[in-house]
């Protein structure tokens, strides 16, 4: 079976400050690890994923996020937070064809 | 198309009727996915396509929910007899593997039953 965890519910901070939103999985194997972004009455939006090669991840709108196979992780950050990050940010992970979600953090980032 | 097209993008219907919801997956994208999501809630997985076929029905909360795809593109989500409870945004997805397999999400369908 496998799982992703989003420890917390939600994270505020102020503009200009950085972010980290946190994300930890379970999964047997090499696992295929995603961020996504939702907007108030929007879909889900892709930021960004891993797959294989290097840790450090770029994506969209200045995101970035770190794999942590030692401590099955894959926090999303973002070196100077904007007003308009705040949202609502789900960690997904894909193994052997099948999707898992986390519940979500919300983001919101204050002037 | 050029992204996950759903309809409609809202639908009040009556508690009892049964409802339709469309999706059309970006064009060439095997995979397809519908998600149920509360308001400000995590997803719940309900139904997962490979081409035409639906190796994965484990998230259909009952019977009343039923779900085709055809021709390996649309599909529909049908709820029979509404109940208030189903009231939440049905989202559709769809991936392929030569994409790394991201799944690429609708604007939603707004399903409220009153």
């Known amino acids: 079976a496998q799982s992703v965890a989003q420890p917390e519910d939600q994270v505020n901070v102020a503009e200009g400050n950085p972010l980290t939103v946190k994300c930890t999985y379970s999964?047997?194997?090499?696992?295929?690890l995603f961020w996504y972004v939702q907007y108030p009455n929007r879909g889900l939006q892709f930021l960004l994923k891993?797959?294989?090669?290097?840790?450090l991840v770029k994506g969209s709108y200045g995101f970035e996020a770190e794999f942590n196979k030692s401590q099955t992780s894959f926090h999303l950050k973002k070196p100077s937070a904007l007003v308009s990050d705040s949202a609502l940010y789900f960690c997904?992970?894909?193994?052997?064809?099948?999707?898992?979600f986390g519940d979500g953090t919300t983001l919101t980032v204050k002037p | 198309g050029a992204g996950v097209s759903q309809s409609p993008s809202n639908k009040v219907t009556e508690k009892g009727k049964d409802v339709e919801l469309r999706c059309d997956p970006i064009?060439?994208?095997?995979?397809l996915y519908w998600y149920r999501q509360s308001l400000g809630q995590g997803l719940e997985f309900l139904i997962y396509?490979?081409?035409?076929?639906?190796?994965?029905k484990s998230g259909l909360p009952s019977d009343r929910f039923s779900a085709e795809r055809t021709g390996g593109s649309v599909s529909t989500l049908t709820i029979q007899r509404t109940q208030q409870e189903d009231s939440a945004v049905y989202l559709c997805?769809?991936?392929?593997?030569?994409?790394?397999?991201?799944?690429?999400f609708g604007e939603g369908s707004w399903l409220t039953v009153v």
């Open positions: 064009s060439g994208h095997t995979a």
């Open positions: 396509f490979q081409g035409n076929s639906a190796p994965d």
């Open positions: 999964v047997s194997g090499n696992p295929y």
């Open positions: 891993y797959i294989t090669g290097d840790n």
């Open positions: 997805a769809s991936s392929k593997r030569e994409e790394g397999n991201t799944i690429y």
């Open positions: 997904a992970v894909r193994h052997q064809g099948k999707s898992t």
